[in-house]
C-alpha cells in the first residue's frame, strides 16, 4: 500500500481534492458553475494520488487539464455516492513513460443526470489504467477516446455498470496511431427493470501501425424482460500487421448454473445475487492494484 | 430413506421415467446402471428438482418428507446431494468464496452462525488434502479451466463439506484418470456410514471395485428391469445389457 500523508485542499463549497504528493501542482479558477482545474504531476518516488470529495451540495461541473510529466505516476480516484447532477471534462496529456490510474466508483442517486467525458493523449511508452464502476442514476454518459499517439504505448480499461431503472450511454474510441501501441478493454453490463444501457467500442488502427494489439469485449446480463443492453463493437483496421480480438455478448442468466447453485442449497435470489457478482468479478483481476481491486470487488459485492 | 414410487417424468414432451419404483434405505449403497438414453441422469435431475423435468405423476419421499414438492434448494438443505456429470462453470467466483457459501448456506438453514473464516480454511485444508487437491484451485474460478478430475474432485470435495444424507452420483468416475479414480473413492468410502446412503450412476465396473455396492440396478426405457447385488454389475461388465 502506497504510503498517503493527506492534505485536503477544499477547491468549492462543494469540492475537495485530496493529495498526497508535493510534486503535485494544481491550480484552479471557478468561472460561474464551472471549476477549471489544471492538475500537473511530475516524477516521484511515491506515486501522486489524487482524491476527488463532493460535499454533494450543488450541481457541478468539473473541467480538468491533466499532464503527466517523463515517468510521473497519477492515481485519481473518484469514490463518491452522488446525490446531484455531475458533470466531469478531463482532458489529460500523458508524457513518455508516465502512468495515469483513473478509478471510478460511483453510485448515482436515481434521480440525476450524470457525464463524463475524458480525452486522453499518450506519448512514448506510457500507460493509462481506466476503471470504471457505476450503479444508478437517471441518465448516465461516459464517454473516453484515447489518442495512442506514440509508440508502445498502452490502454488497459475495464467498464462495470449496474444499472436498475435508467439510461446509461458508454462510448468508447481508441485510436491507435503510432506502431507497438497495445489497447485491452472490458465492458460488463447488468440491468434490470426499465434500464437501457449501450456500450460502443471502436477501435481505430492506422496505416502505419504494425505490430499492433488490440483487445476488446463486451458482456452484458439481463435480469428481467424489460431493460435493454446494445453492445456494439466497431473495428477499423488499416494495417496487416496487428492482432486484433472483440467479442460482445449478452443475454439472461444462465439457468444450468442458477440449478447448479440451488442443488448447494442456495436460494434462487441468492443465487441470482452470485451469478451477479462473478459476471461482474470476471475482469477485476485487471486490476493491478490490490486497494483498488478490493474497492471494486466491495462495490460489486455491496450493489448486487 | 428414499422411497420412489410409480414415477412417471416427461423432458421435453418426451416420456423418459416410466412408472419407476426404487426403494433406498439408510447406509446403503445403490448402482445404477443401463445403457444410454435409459433414464440414468433423468432420475438425478429429477430427485434434484431440475427445471424441465416435468412429473407427471408418481411420489418421492425422502427421509419421510415429499421430495417433490421442495425447490431444488430446498431439497439440497434436506440432505439432497447430486454430483454432476457435467459441474457447472462459475466464472468470476473463486472456489474457496463459492464453497464458504455453500457451506453457509446450510449453516442458516440450520440457524447456525456463518462460519469463522480461520475455521472454514482450517476444514478445507484437510478435506482438500484427502482429495489430494491443491489449495491454489480453490483460489481459481469456480470449475473454470478445471480438468475433468479437478472438477470431479471439487464435486466430491463439496458432498464432504455439506454432510447430506443421500448422495447421488452422476457417471463421477467419468474423466478420471486410474490414479484419481483411487483418489475419489477412497475419499468417498470415508464418507459411507450408517446414516448416509449412496445412489452412484455408472457405466463401468471399475468404480464399483472400490466402492462396492450393496445393490445393482439395470435401467432400460425409463424403468428398473433388474436388481441384484455386486455379482450383477460383474455380469454386464462382461455380457453386456443385451
Given at each position: 500500500m502506497k504510503t498517503l500523508t493527506p492534505s485536503i485542499m477544499e477547491l468549492t463549497d462543494n469540492f475537495s481534492i485530496e493529495?498526497?504528493?508535493?510534486?503535485?501542482?494544481?491550480?484552479?479558477?471557478?468561472?460561474?458553475?464551472?471549476?477549471?482545474?489544471?492538475?500537473?504531476?511530475?516524477?516521484?518516488q511515491i506515486p501522486s494520488r489524487i482524491k476527488l470529495i463532493s460535499s454533494n451540495r450543488s450541481n457541478f461541473k468539473i473541467i480538468a487539464d491533466i499532464y503527466l510529466n517523463e515517468n510521473a505516476t497519477l492515481e485519481i480516484i473518484d469514490e463518491n455516492d452522488y446525490i446531484i447532477d455531475t458533470s466531469f471534462i478531463f482532458k489529460s496529456f500523458l508524457g513518455s513513460r508516465s502512468v495515469l490510474e483513473l478509478y471510478r466508483f460511483n453510485k448515482f442517486q436515481s434521480d440525476t443526470n450524470n457525464s463524463f467525458v475524458h480525452t486522453c493523449n499518450m506519448s512514448n511508452g506510457s500507460?493509462?489504467?481506466?476503471?470504471?464502476?457505476t450503479?444508478?442514476?437517471?441518465f448516465t454518459n461516459?464517454?473516453?477516446?484515447?489518442?495512442?499517439?506514440?509508440?508502445?504505448?498502452?490502454?488497459?480499461?475495464?467498464?462495470?455498470?449496474?444499472?436498475?431503472?435508467?439510461?446509461?450511454?458508454?462510448?468508447?474510441?481508441?485510436?491507435?496511431?503510432?506502431?507497438?501501441?497495445?489497447?485491452?478493454?472490458s465492458f460488463k453490463a447488468v440491468t434490470r427493470g426499465s434500464s437501457n444501457v449501450s456500450f460502443k467500442g471502436k477501435v481505430f488502427v492506422d496505416e502505419n501501425c504494425s505490430n499492433t494489439q488490440s483487445n476488446q469485449i463486451s458482456k452484458g446480463l439481463l435480469i428481467d424482460e424489460e431493460s435493454?443492453?446494445?453492445?456494439?463493437?466497431?473495428?477499423?483496421?488499416?494495417?496487416?500487421?496487428?492482432?486484433?480480438?472483440?467479442?460482445?455478448?449478452?443475454?439472461?442468466?444462465?439457468?444450468?448454473?442458477?440449478?447448479?447453485?440451488?442443488?448447494?442449497?442456495?436460494?434462487?435470489s441468492e443465487a441470482e445475487r452470485i451469478y451477479i457478482q462473478g459476471f461482474l468479478s470476471e475482469f477485476i483481476e485487471k486490476i493491478e492494484d490490490a486497494e483498488m481491486q478490493a474497492k471494486g470487488q466491495n462495490f460489486i459485492n455491496e450493489n448486487c | 430413506m428414499l422411497e420412489i414410487k410409480n414415477l412417471n417424468v416427461t423432458v421435453e414432451e418426451k416420456q423418459i421415467l416410466k412408472n419407476l419404483n426404487l426403494n433406498i434405505g439408510k447406509g446403503e449403497v445403490h448402482a445404477i446402471m443401463g445403457p444410454n438414453g435409459s433414464g440414468k441422469s433423468t432420475i438425478a435431475h429429477t430427485l434434484a428438482g431440475k427445471p424441465n423435468y416435468n412429473v407427471d405423476s408418481g411420489e418421492v419421499n425422502l427421509n419421510g418428507e415429499d421430495l417433490l414438492s421442495k425447490d431444488p434448494y430446498e431439497r439440497s438443505l434436506n440432505g439432497l446431494f447430486l454430483a454432476f456429470q457435467y459441474p457447472i462453470e462459475l466464472p468470476g467466483v473463486t472456489n474457496a468464496s463459492y464453497l464458504k457459501q455453500i457451506v453457509n448456506a446450510h449453516r442458516?438453514?440450520?440457524?447456525?452462525?456463518?462460519?469463522?473464516?480461520?475455521?472454514?480454511?482450517?476444514?478445507?485444508?484437510?478435506?482438500?488434502?484427502l482429495l489430494d487437491i491443491p489449495m491454489d484451485m480453490h483460489s481459481r474460478f469456480v470449475n473454470a479451466g478445471f480438468s475433468g478430475?479437478?472438477?470431479?474432485?471439487?464435486?466430491?470435495?463439496?458432498?464432504?463439506?455439506?454432510?447430506?444424507?443421500?448422495?447421488?452420483?452422476?457417471?463421477t468416475d467419468s474423466g478420471l484418470d486410474v490414479d484419481a479414480l483411487k483418489t475419489t473413492a477412497d475419499a468417498i468410502n470415508k464418507l459411507r456410514n450408517d446414516e448416509r446412503s449412496f445412489i452412484i450412476i455408472t457405466h463401468y465396473l471399475r468404480l464399483l471395485e472400490y466402492i462396492e455396492p450393496d445393490y445393482v440396478h439395470v435401467f432400460q426405457n425409463g424403468s428398473v428391469i433388474e436388481t441384484g447385488d455386486k455379482t450383477l454389475a460383474s455380469r454386464i461388465d462382461q455380457e453386456g445389457y443385451s
Open positions: 493529495t498526497n504528493s508535493k510534486d503535485l501542482s494544481i491550480s484552479h479558477e471557478i468561472i460561474n458553475d464551472e471549476l477549471k482545474l489544471k492538475i500537473t504531476s511530475n516524477y516521484s500507460m493509462f489504467k481506466d476503471f470504471n464502476f450503479n444508478g442514476s437517471d461516459n464517454e473516453t477516446k484515447i489518442n495512442l499517439n506514440e509508440e508502445n504505448a498502452k490502454y488497459v480499461g475495464s467498464g462495470v455498470v449496474m444499472s436498475n431503472s435508467s439510461k446509461c450511454e458508454n462510448n468508447l474510441e481508441i485510436r491507435h496511431l503510432s506502431k507497438s501501441a497495445v489497447s485491452d478493454c435493454k443492453i446494445n453492445l456494439t463493437p466497431i473495428l477499423e483496421i488499416n494495417n496487416d500487421d496487428v492482432v486484433c480480438s472483440h467479442g460482445a455478448a449478452s443475454g439472461k442468466a444462465d439457468e444450468e448454473v442458477l440449478f447448479y447453485l440451488a442443488s448447494r442449497g442456495i436460494s434462487k | 442458516k438453514s440450520r440457524k447456525e452462525t456463518p462460519i469463522d473464516a480461520g475455521e472454514f480454511l482450517k476444514i478445507l485444508k484437510e478435506k482438500s488434502k478430475g479437478e472438477k470431479k474432485k471439487n464435486e466430491v470435495l463439496q458432498m464432504d463439506l455439506l454432510n447430506p444424507s443421500l448422495i447421488i452420483m452422476d457417471e
